[in-house]
């Protein structure tokens, strides 16, 4: 007797490209409509991100870096949080299904999963006339109580961030023939920034660090000025920050003069870690990231306050900002 049962067309695509990504037993081999996250002592921490054709990456750039910033953006917000990765859900608008857009994505998406112990657990595809989209809701464990929010900051704290700011900012100009390309003569400078702006690089191997030391804490993605004033808001302070001792790469020194500092610290999309640090836990702190292999720069001090935090030169000036941050409105 011929089969009745009948395939739909998302339901293929699912089980040809996702379904070997599901590996974790909750995920129920995707043949159902939710998943089952097992309980344990942990506080689960939620986050969600969507990445937009156009908004946060560009038509033209490889599938593979897609889906890589797509988890990555995500990883990044647990990592701030002080949580360890549980596993995600996806959301897939999709203007077509072609095989040599969706099996390099697929591929680099599961390699993520697999190398940042974060799995899969379900999600949905979607069919779109408009730009291509990705959202991917995180969810990460957390020991009871332990979460790191932006509301601890107290006066006399330190000011951390992780990696180095501006670097994809600069990598989205070069891309677009903007200033920095045409200031940057080094193939090998652009392709780093470029790839800076493809390819977060979520600082997960702090996040427990983070839970121990820091007092506040949140990632960098809408630009390091935007949201140390979000953070100091939260926290009901202010800030006192020394611009020259904002971390840039060798490629972002060298593109600096032709950009300006602003666009360095208000560009977005960096995905690093802003925390404060109380100044008593800061040496234990360091030693910490060091050993755990994450490039930390003490930038600034928190302090008591309303007003907007400041920026200093190596001279003692104030350095008047006119744009914070990258905003979607």
């Not at 089980?15 to 097992?38: E, N, Q």
């Not at 993520?112 to 408009?130: E, H, N, R």
């Not at 990598?171 to 677009?176: K, P, Q, R, W």
Request: aromatic share 6%; net charge negative.
């Amino acid at each position: 007797m011929q089969d009745q049962r009948q395939v739909s067309a998302e339901d293929s695509l699912i089980a040809r490209y996702f379904k070997p990504l599901a590996t974790d037993p909750g995920a129920l081999a995707l043949v159902d409509d939710a998943a089952i996250l097992s309980a344990s002592a942990d506080d689960i921490v939620v986050t969600t991100d969507a990445v937009v054709e156009g908004v946060h990456y560009l038509a033209t750039d490889p599938p593979d870096t897609i889906a890589r910033k797509a988890l990555r953006v995500n990883l990044s917000d647990l990592a701030a949080k002080g949580a360890s990765p549980a596993g995600f859900v996806l959301t897939l608008a999709l203007r077509s299904k072609e095989d040599a857009w969706l099996r390099p994505f697929a591929d680099a998406l599961g390699e993520d999963a697999k190398s940042f112990a974060c799995p899969l657990l379900g999600g949905d595809t979607v069919s779109t006339p408009g730009p291509q989209m990705i959202s991917i809701t995180a969810f990460g464990r957390v020991p009871k109580g332990r979460m790191v929010g932006r509301t601890g900051a107290s006066p006399g704290d330190l000011i951390f961030v992780t990696g180095t700011i501006g670097d994809a900012a600069l990598g989205l100009d070069v891309l677009t023939g903007g200033v920095a390309a045409a200031a940057l003569t080094d193939p090998a400078a652009r392709d780093y920034l470029v790839d800076r702006y493809r390819v977060p690089r979520p600082r997960n191997a702090l996040a427990s660090i983070v839970r121990d030391y820091a007092s506040a804490a949140m990632d960098v993605s809408d630009g390091l000025a935007g949201d140390l004033a979000k953070l100091c808001t939260a926290s009901g302070v202010s800030a006192v920050v020394n611009a020259h001792q904002v971390p840039a790469s060798p490629a972002a020194a060298i593109a600096i003069s032709a950009v300006g500092f602003e666009k360095l610290v208000s560009g977005g999309d960096d995905y690093e870690v802003l925390c404060a640090v109380p100044e008593g836990r800061s040496a234990a702190f360091s030693r910490a990231a060091e050993q755990a292999g994450v490039q930390i720069t003490m930038i600034g001090t928190i302090i008591a306050g309303q007003g907007a935090p400041q920026w200093i030169d190596a001279q003692g000036r104030e350095i008047k900002l006119r744009r914070l941050s990258y905003s979607h409105f």
